[in-house]
């Protein structure tokens, strides 16, 4: 086998496992928040989601975090959102591109993701 071919199958291995820590990391969504702040749900016990795409994001301090969002529809609304109860320094949201959220006066009070559902407390 030619070097050349055994880069492009370790780039290939490494990729796929990126992905696969992605996807983990976006289902599960509960460890990277404060359980004294959050709560695991169902979808279904939670109405009124609206789905959005997250623009922009920054840490304000550490467990907190800003969002700048569009709701995923033709005239979508620009929407700034403040999350409290993150773990540390980590965006729980990092991997997610799109996000079923439910926002109350500009801050996050319940988020699903890909099923993994959670509430404010």
Not at 70 to 93: C, F, I, S
Not at 105 to 112: E, L
Request: glycine letters at 6%.
């Amino acid at each position: 086998m030619t070097n050349q071919v055994h880069k492009k199958r370790q780039i290939k291995r490494n990729r796929s496992h990126r992905d696969r820590q992605l996807i983990d990391n976006v289902m599960d969504l509960m460890s990277n928040l404060d359980e004294k702040f959050w709560q695991s749900s169902e979808p279904e016990v939670v109405s009124g989601f609206v789905e959005y795409t997250i623009l922009k994001n920054k840490m304000v301090k550490p467990g907190q975090f800003e969002f700048a969002l569009r709701e995923n529809r033709d005239d979508g609304d620009l929407v700034m959102a403040h999350l409290e109860g993150g773990q540390g320094k980590t965006n729980p949201l990092h991997a997610a591109r799109n996000v079923l959220m439910k926002v109350d006066s500009g801050k996050v009070i319940a988020i699903n993701l890909e099923g993994d559902c959670v509430i404010k407390k």
